[in-house]
């Protein structure tokens, strides 16, 4: 992806060949991402069906992605959810 935002068309492209490259390769090596939860893997909270269906394989809820995310960025600065054991220790 060197080339820049030149193109629309070659950049929309791309990102279709690139889905679908990432798509035959799912199906070629038969390895699901794994189930997707119908209960957040970090606080419980059921995960809607639309959500399990938009992120195969998906474990947490918007909000512990989220979180997450913000943890990531803030390099372990907050930890809200101290009753239970942390991923980060
Ligand atoms: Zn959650």
Known sequence: M????????AV????????SDELARMQARKTPVGESLTH??????PIPEARRIAVPGV???????????AIR????????????DSQLK
């Open 73 to 84: 960025v803030q390099r372990g600065g907050i930890n809200r959810r101290g009753s239970k």
């Open 2 to 9: 060197a080339g820049g935002w030149a193109k629309d068309g």
């Open 40 to 45: 957040c893997a970090e606080c419980d909270e």
């Open 12 to 19: 929309s492209e791309q990102i279709e060949a690139s889905i």
């Open 59 to 69: 474990k947490l809820c918007v909000e512990c992605v989220a979180e997450r995310d």
